[in-house]
């Protein structure tokens, strides 16, 4: 059976020039995902996942004083371990430009899309102007098929549920966001054109929850 990446894109397959080859890369991607686990596990928890009490520990605040729990700590390290792996297997692997940690401003009305600089990304967010940031998608990879930065042929997430028995989901905006009520792969798929799928340690590579 075809990989999921080449099911869900087949520009991978005319890419990768072979299943073999698509396959490969959906499996080193998704291992990842399970080197993060449990490196970020073992950080915290030794050699062992954390209980659901303790993924549901507050363990600081912001800096606007809103609690970080257990589960959002592990979560951001996590990811910040499953993106240099994945990283290192696109450079090797992946024959186009892919986007890490790329933010977009989509104008869904308008059905525009378009970059911001990591510098201003930065900046806004150093002069606590993260209203400015509203509305705006962060995926995790974008895989895409040519130079086009604004289109893309896979939008790839992280997911990393805690407890681990969790199953992966999508995160539906809330009311505050433009997008109030959908889920994230369908805005992911809309503003970027690509189809969207979750990595995580225990799923995979998998498409949306139920």
């Not at 004083?65 to 499953?82: D, N, S």
């Not at 109030?180 to 809309?190: P, S, W």
Request: glycine share 6%; hydrophobic share 40%.
């Amino acid at each position: 059976m075809a990989s999921l990446f080449v099911r869900s894109a087949p520009a991978v397959l005319a890419l990768l020039q072979s299943h073999e080859a698509a396959g490969e890369l959906e499996a080193r991607l998704a291992k990842c995902a399970v080197q993060a686990e449990r490196r970020g596990n073992a950080l915290f928890f030794q050699d062992r996942p954390p209980t659901r009490a303790e993924c549901g520990e507050v363990v600081e605040q912001d800096a606007c004083g809103k609690p970080v729990t257990r589960a959002m700590q592990l979560g951001r390290k996590k990811h910040v371990l499953a993106l240099e792996c994945a990283r290192e297997v696109l450079e090797a692997r992946w024959p186009a430009p892919f986007s890490i940690e790329q933010r977009y401003r989509y104008y869904p009305n308008a059905k525009v899309v378009e970059t911001i600089s990591r510098e201003k990304e930065a900046r806004l967010i150093a002069e606590d102007c993260t209203e400015e940031l509203r509305g705006t998608l962060k995926p995790d990879l974008v895989l895409h098929a040519d130079r086009n930065l604004l289109k893309a042929a896979l939008i790839l997430d992280f997911k990393f549920p805690c407890p681990e028995t969790n199953p992966p989901q999508w995160t539906i905006y809330r009311e505050s966001s433009p997008y109030a009520g959908r889920r994230q792969d369908g805005v992911y798929e809309e503003a970027l054109g690509g189809k969207a799928l979750m990595i995580s340690p225990r799923t995979g590579v998998g498409v949306k929850q139920p």
